[in-house]
């Protein structure tokens, strides 16, 4: 069974950088074909794909966001993290980390329950 | 990237009505490889994570009841949910998974009358 928990700061202020933690069970990130992904939701808004990585370290991001991103991974763990670099009030969403299988190119089939980040001064 | 618009933004049924979704991609979805169309649909009840419902266009996952139906292929793509019930409430968003970045419908909000 997989599931996917996020974590992170809840609240954190403008130009800082926001940290979150994707803990899952029911697959390994060392497994051909697993992946991790994060998708963020303004509140009553559309969702959004930020970024991606994969059991062979292969990581995709979004354009749209340049150079803000990081995505890794913790094997051991089965953690993977997300950082977004000076945040500001646009950045203020629910957070959620999925799985994919790179076999069926990717779609989500498993989410979290979200986090909700406010980047408030 | 891919742009995906998906119509209406909102609907207002009564329950055991059959509603149809809308959503048309920019670029063919189509793998001419296996034929297959990269594009899934998901149920977002409030407060909750979304959840997936169809891939590849028209495949049901494992759960979801036989009165979700996606249909479509190449551009043009529907999510049919018939004899509507009132758990069903929710908002629905296409995925297109054939390239990157992968990028969502905006939604439609399906509203009881």
């Known amino acids: 069974q997989v599931t996917l928990k996020e974590s992170g700061p809840g609240i954190l202020q403008p130009s800082h950088t926001l940290s979150l933690t994707c803990s899952f069970s029911?697959?390994?990130?060392?497994?051909?074909?697993?992946?991790v992904s994060w998708i963020r939701q303004p509140s009553g808004k559309g969702l959004e794909w930020l970024a991606s990585?994969?059991?062979?370290?292969?990581?995709y991001n979004n354009p749209s966001l340049k150079s803000r991103l990081t995505v890794s991974k913790d094997t051991s763990n089965n953690q993977a993290f997300l950082k977004v670099t000076s945040v500001d009030t646009a950045d203020t969403a629910t957070y959620y980390c999925?799985?994919?299988?790179?076999?069926?190119?990717?779609?989500?089939?498993?989410w979290g329950q979200g986090v909700m980040v406010t980047v408030s001064s | 990237d891919i742009v995906m618009t998906q119509s209406p933004f909102s609907l207002a049924v009564s329950e055991g009505e059959m509603v149809t979704i809308n959503c048309k991609s920019s670029?063919?979805?189509?793998?001419?490889?296996?034929?297959?169309?990269?594009l899934a649909w998901y149920q977002q009840k409030p407060g909750q994570s979304p959840k997936l419902l169809i891939y590849?266009?028209?495949t049901r996952q494992s759960g979801v009841p036989d009165r979700f139906i996606g249909s479509g292929s190449g551009t043009d793509f529907t999510l049919t949910i018939s004899d509507v019930q009132a758990e069903d409430l929710a908002d629905y968003y296409c995925?297109?998974?054939?390239?990157?970045?992968?990028?969502f419908g905006a939604g439609t909000k399906l509203e009881l009358k």
């Open positions: 999925a799985h994919s299988n790179f076999i069926h190119r990717g779609y989500f089939d498993y």
């Open positions: 029911g697959f390994s990130l060392s497994t051909y074909g697993m992946g």
């Open positions: 990585i994969w059991w062979n370290g292969n990581t």
């Open positions: 670029q063919s979805l189509l793998s001419s490889g296996n034929q297959k169309n990269y």
């Open positions: 590849y266009a028209s």
């Open positions: 995925l297109q998974h054939y390239s990157y970045p992968p990028t």
